[in-house]
Every structure is written in C-alpha cells, then in structure tokens.
C-alpha cells in the first residue's frame, strides 16, 4: 500500500477543502498536486503539518530535558549557616560550580578583645575559598571609647578564621559585641 510522504511545512489557511464539484483523483503519473492528486492533497497538507509539529515537539522535549538536567545541578541549604552552589562558565577557568556560604557566630559571653574564632563552612568548597568576611551583629560594639572590628585572618576550603580587634580608645572600656555574622565565596 502505498504512502504519503510527508515533509515538515506550515502555511496558515492551507488545507485544501474539498468541493462538491471536484472529480475524486487520486496519485498517478500527470495526477495533479505533483502526481499526489486532488484528494489526497489535504492529506498531504496535514501530514506535513504533523510532521512538522512532531519535529518542534521533540526539539522543545530535549530543551525541557537539558534545562531540567542544569537545574537539578542548582543546590544549596537555606538555613541560618547556609549555601547556594551555581553552576557556571567562568571566563578563565570553564565550567565550575560557585559555592556563596553563610552564618553567623554567636561565642558564650560576647566577643572577646583579640580573640579567633574558627568557624566550619557548612559545606566544603570543592576547589577554594577565594574570599571570607565577617560583620559584628550589633551596632553598640562601635562607641565613642573604641571600635571592636572583625577581621578575616585566613580560609581554606573547610573553614574560616575571624578575629575580634579592639580598635582605639582603652581595652577597658571596650563596648560589648554578642557575635558575628560571615560570609564566604569560593568555587
């Protein structure tokens, strides 16, 4: 039995209605519409359009299946210590994953006057930490009689070291802190 070819094509407003007034032609050699003849032409006319639309279906599954497949790679834990991990082409290295980390420190007592803290990320960076910073949690730390600052003293992949720093004024009248909050970046 012999079939229609499709080939995948779309006009608006093109499927031939058939008139009461045309004679029933079907395909033979000088049949018209290429040989496909009169009554088989709407058939044709839909089969590519089916086969079209077919095509577009499977393109717009495998982009549905590949976005899926990237953001499936998106993970991260949204807690008071916290991570996001991002995939994406970095301009020097390629494709890696950026890991942005977050939490807060909060020592019995308060910040002590040069103290460290060391602080575990709450997931390890897979390559390096490239950046850490610390922040106090209040703002009565910084008075007139001095100013407690937190610095970053170093990173690695597993953790972060911050230190309080009384700055000015005298060691007795330093202003209280209860804690710190941190942020790392790194990939």
Not at 101 to 123: H, N, V
Not at 156 to 172: E, H, N, Q, R
Request: include cysteine; charge should be negative; charged fraction near 10%.
């Amino acid at each position: 039995m012999p079939t229609l070819i499709d080939s995948p094509s779309f006009t608006a407003n093109e499927v031939y209605e058939i008139q009461a007034t045309d004679p029933v032609e079907g395909a033979a050699t000088g049949a018209s519409y290429g040989g496909i003849g009169l009554s088989n032409q709407p058939h044709q006319q839909l089969a590519n359009r089916t086969s079209l639309l077919y095509g577009r279906q499977q393109t717009n599954m495998a982009n549905i299946a590949a976005l899926q497949a990237f953001t499936g790679q998106f993970k991260g834990m949204m807690a008071a210590s916290g991570y996001v991990e991002v995939p994406f082409v970095d301009a020097i290295r390629g494709q890696i994953v950026a890991v942005v980390q977050w939490g807060s420190y909060f020592p019995p007592g308060g910040d002590g006057q040069d103290a460290t803290y060391s602080i575990s990320w709450p997931t390890s960076f897979p390559n390096a930490c490239v950046w850490a910073m610390a922040a106090l949690s209040n703002s009565s730390a910084n008075k007139s009689c001095g100013k407690l600052v937190m610095e970053t003293v170093s990173f690695t992949t597993t953790t972060g070291t911050f230190m309080s720093d009384f700055i000015g004024g005298s060691t007795s009248t330093q202003a209280p802190n209860d804690g710190f909050y941190w942020i790392a970046i790194g990939f």
